[in-house]
Nanobody, 124 residues
């Protein structure tokens, strides 16, 4: 099975950018569709973005559409989340996740493999 490790989180100011990375080991990302989720304090974990296994089609939540970009580098076996124009509402722990089936999915239960999360804090 695949193991996932996120990195790239930190403390930034509103309007800044960050790029999160999700390094995979154990299996190649070619075998998985991938997603990013986030969980703010006191809130449920929510879908942010996904990229499908075969076609590489991308999907975004309405709250990040136009600001965030999901991508993957098979050579590095790594997925990324480029986050631009960050605002305090983006403050959360960000998790990457992987799923074997084809097609896109936004539900947490659709993803079998999860990283440990990386904290993103946006100050106003």
């Amino acid at each position: 099975q695949v193991q996932l490790v996120e990195s790239g989180g930190g403390l930034v100011q509103a309007g800044d950018s960050l790029r999160l990375s999700c390094a995979a080991s154990g299996r190649t990302l070619l075998n998985y569709g991938m997603g990013w989720f986030r969980q703010a304090p006191g809130k449920e974990r929510e879908f942010v973005a996904s990229i499908t296994r075969y076609t590489g089609a991308t999907y975004y939540s309405d709250s990040v559409k136009g600001r965030f970009t999901i991508s993957r580098d098979y050579a590095k076996n790594t997925m990324y989340l480029q986050m631009n124009r960050l605002n305090p509402e983006d403050t959360a722990v960000y998790y990457c996740a992987a799923r074997s089936p084809a097609g896109q999915a936004t539900a947490l239960t659709s993803y079998a493999y999860w990283g440990q999360g990386t904290q993103v804090t946006v100050s106003s």
